[in-house]
Nanobody
Framework: QVRLVESGGGSVQAGGSLRLSCAAS????????MGWFRQVQGKEREGVAG???????IYADSVKGRFTISKDNADNTMYLEMNTLKPEDTGTYYC???????????????????WGQGTQVTVSS
């Protein structure tokens, strides 16, 4: 069983930065597919950034150049560095791990097996 715990959310003004962390417990492996997703009430959960089984980093177009995903395999923690935040980045951010099949995209919500409880990010204008 894998447990994921997000932290680092908060409230910032537009243009600010936040760093989210996702601590994973349980055996997921250094090459595990992991991703960050966000959801606004009433809308679908969308993929923001992910690392696939080949260790490639994948970003949604809306965050390219502003967000950076990374993973520390030594302590099984994934990070999302978010810069130049915009009000439309507001939402609950979830981390997810372990793709259903090897090689799947880590930013498609149906592909991920385990989910954290989420952390709120609010960006004010």
């Amino acid at each position: 069983q894998v447990r994921l715990v997000e932290s680092g959310g908060g409230s910032v003004q537009a243009g600010g930065s936040l760093r989210l962390s996702c601590a994973a417990s349980g055996s997921i492996g250094s090459a595990a597919c992991m991703g960050w997703f966000r959801q606004v009430q009433g809308k679908e959960r969308e993929g923001v950034a992910g690392i696939d089984n080949y260790r490639r980093k994948i970003y949604a177009d809306s965050v390219k150049g502003r967000f950076t995903i990374s993973k520390d395999n030594a302590d099984n923690t994934m990070y999302l560095e978010m810069n130049t935040l915009k009000p439309e980045d507001t939402g609950t951010y979830y981390c997810a791990a372990v793709c259903m099949r090897y090689g799947m995209s880590p930013i498609e919500k149906s592909h991920l097996r385990y989910w954290g409880q989420g952390t709120q990010v609010t960006v004010s204008s």
